[in-house]
């Protein structure tokens, strides 16, 4: 599977974001999210920019860090080893 769904799953550990709490922010099932954190399906290209969208509403900083997981660009965090 793609890597929507590692860069996903590593972005809601960092922030503390739940499962839960980002599909009621994008309005769709919890089903669809865990799906995509545990790599079972992968997100559309329209889904990912909902993220996205969600991901800046619930905290800035994990959205950009989604950005730059899922295009592969070093993050602010270092990234290193």
């Not at 960092?14 to 099932?29: D, H, K, P, S």
């Not at 992968?42 to 905290?59: F, S």
């Amino acid at each position: 599977m793609g890597k929507a769904g590692k860069a996903l799953r590593q972005v809601l550990g960092t922030y503390g974001v739940t499962q839960n709490r980002l599909a009621v922010t994008m309005g769709i099932n919890r089903s669809t999210v865990h799906q995509w954190v545990n790599e079972i399906s992968d997100p559309l290209a329209e889904a990912v920019t909902e993220i996205i969208k969600a991901l800046r509403q619930i905290d800035e900083a994990a959205a950009q860090d989604f950005i730059d997981l899922y295009l592969e660009r070093e993050t602010q965090g270092g990234n290193e080893g």
